[in-house]
């Protein structure tokens, strides 16, 4: 009988132990765990933004469309205003070309790498992000959204892009707003996103080279 009874008591303790297993295993993802998972898994990314460019010189505005891989590779291209519209920057994974329309449709190729370009891509974000000693995560409302903001050192020592923060609405994981700060603090660049698509079907021209 005690035997009976010892293993009865084992079994009911596996079954507890089990049951608490299984329920952490199976505990809901953060907010910040399901952002983090997201950008962490991203294969590429299309998306359009305005993106304001701010200076001594005064500030700028550009409408744009973004096309990224997490391979590295990349297109950049002008929608508006007018004067800049149609221009685009590319990368193919080993040469960054520049086209021109108003240039009798040039195309510059061999462009040396440059860091206010390359930042301007969430893969920069996420490298700066995962290489940052000090990073802060806060939760922050923004347009009445309730998002998380994502914040990281910009490597380098360039004293126009030394921090950046990066929102990400909690909702839908998708960011919402980006900006990238000098070492005063004040803001240098900020893109806010109309359109974004993880993982999007890309058509494999977009980062080609035209000879």
């Known amino acids: 009988m005690k035997k009976v009874i010892c293993a009865l008591c084992i079994a009911c303790l596996s079954i507890v132990f089990s049951s608490c297993g299984n329920a952490e295993q199976q505990q809901p993802l953060t907010e910040m765990e399901k952002i983090q998972k997201q950008l962490n898994e991203m294969e590429n990314y299309q998306c359009s ?24 590779e990349y297109r950049l291209e002008l929608t508006a205003p007018e004067t800049v519209a149609g221009n685009y920057t590319v990368f193919d994974g080993k040469t960054i070309c520049q086209y021109n329309p108003r240039i009798n449709g040039k195309i510059k190729k061999d462009v040396p790498e440059n860091q206010q370009r390359n930042e301007l891509f969430l893969g920069q974000f996420l490298k700066n992000y ?28 360039n004293a126009n892009m030394a921090t950046e923060k990066l929102w990400v609405d909690n909702e839908t994981l998708k960011p919402v707003q980006f900006i990238i700060y000098d070492k005063e603090g004040n803001e240098t660049y900020r893109l806010t996103y109309h359109t974004f698509e993880y993982d999007a079907v890309l058509d494999e021209s977009l980062f080609t080279i035209a000879q």
């Open 49 to 72: 933004a305005t993106m304001e460019r701010f200076s001594n010189k005064g500030n700028d505005t550009y409408e744009t469309n973004q096309y990224f891989k997490a391979t590295g």
């Open 130 to 157: 995962m290489q940052s000693e000090e990073v802060s995560v806060e939760a922050a409302a923004l347009d009445e959204s309730r998002c998380t903001v994502l914040e990281a050192v910009i490597p380098g020592g």
